[in-house]
């Protein structure tokens, strides 16, 4: 594994636990996933991509996630050793959702032809 990608896996984890068990934001609720993380190769910039599961309000676990960004980083510096600190930015990952609605649509296929 290359040095980059270590790095990314890195503040994956930091991140994961930072977000489920120190963010105190009341917004942050559900089981927040952290699934992937983009740095750049110089890393000032860093792209969260989250799975939110349950059914509160995904837009206002981002905004709260956003909110928290400057105590996330300040965290992230304590526990991983970056050259730069880079800026976050949290997108939302709806591959879970996607794949289980395909899953959906693929038994339903698969009923029909069995009919």
Same mark, same amino acid.
């Given at each position: 594994? /290359?040095?980059? !990608?270590?790095? #990314? /896996?890195?503040?994956?984890?930091?991140?994961?636990?930072?977000?489920?068990?120190?963010?105190?934001?009341?917004?942050? &609720? +559900?089981?927040?996933?952290? &699934?992937?993380? @983009?740095?750049?190769?110089? /890393?000032?910039?860093?792209?969260?991509?989250?799975?939110?599961? +349950?059914?509160?309000?995904?837009? @206002?676990?981002? #905004?709260?996630?956003?909110?928290?960004? +400057?105590?996330?980083?300040? !965290?992230? +510096?304590?526990?991983?050793?970056?050259?730069?600190?880079?800026?976050? &930015?949290?997108?939302?990952?709806?591959?879970? !959702?996607?794949?289980?609605?395909?899953?959906?649509?693929?038994? !339903?296929?698969?009923? /029909?032809?069995? @009919?």
């Amino acid at each position: 594994m /290359q040095r980059h !990608e270590r790095l #990314e /896996q890195d503040v994956k984890v930091a991140l994961s636990d930072i977000i489920m068990n120190e963010v105190k934001e009341p917004s942050v &609720t +559900g089981l927040i996933s952290v &699934t992937d993380v @983009k740095i750049t190769p110089d /890393q000032k910039y860093a792209k969260v991509y989250v799975s939110i599961y +349950g059914k509160c309000n995904k837009n @206002k676990v981002i #905004e709260a996630l956003k909110k928290a960004t +400057g105590f996330i980083k300040k !965290e992230l +510096g304590r526990r991983v050793r970056m050259r730069n600190m880079p800026d976050i &930015t949290f997108e939302l990952d709806n591959s879970m !959702e996607y794949g289980e609605h395909m899953d959906k649509v693929i038994k !339903e296929v698969m009923n /029909q032809d069995n @009919k």
